[in-house]
């Protein structure tokens, strides 16, 4: 069992996703919980679905009502800004888009990767972009993270 606060699950419904992720995830996460710096109420535990486009279009038609793949969906059961312990919610990601959007933006895989895993974790937590002053929060946050992970802005050029 791990001595961290928080666990991260990783469950793999799609085998073409590359090795290795299960670190960078725990990571990301691990530097996330530290500088949003969330009430920790016990041990907690947090699932990355690694998936291919059709489920991802699955679980987005289903809970969003949108019917297409997306890149990170999350699904929090904690409310927004509340303690962290327990099941505090899962974060689904889609390889095939991921890995087209890594490539039309051209930066590392792993690195995009590691952005969404941040932010599909901040969403967790509480964090949104339904307005401007909610996405600039929570971009600056993102960005804060990601440097300390050695990862480019990815808002730089917004």
């Not at 489920?55 to 409310?79: A, C, G, M, W």
């Not at 990767?113 to 339904?130: A, E, Q, S």
Request: glycine share 6%.
């Amino acid at each position: 069992m791990s001595t961290s606060p928080l666990v991260v699950e990783i469950i793999r419904h799609d085998e073409s996703w590359p090795e290795g992720l299960e670190e960078l995830a725990e990571r990301a996460v691990a530097e996330a919980l530290r500088q949003a710096k969330p009430k920790l109420s016990g041990v907690a535990e947090l699932s990355i679905l690694l998936t291919d486009d059709a489920e991802q279009q699955e679980l987005n038609r289903q809970y969003r009502d949108k019917d297409t793949p997306t890149n990170v969906l999350s699904f929090p059961q904690i409310e927004p800004f509340g303690p962290v312990v327990g099941l505090i919610g899962d974060i689904s990601l889609a390889r095939e888009t991921l890995e087209r959007e890594a490539a039309e933006q051209g930066i590392a895989f792993n690195d995009h990767f590691t952005h969404l895993v941040v932010h599909g974790f901040l969403h967790v937590l509480g964090y949104d972009h339904l307005s401007d002053e909610e996405a600039l929060v929570m971009e600056r946050l993102e960005t804060q993270i990601l440097q300390t992970l050695d990862i480019a802005d990815p808002y730089a050029d917004d």
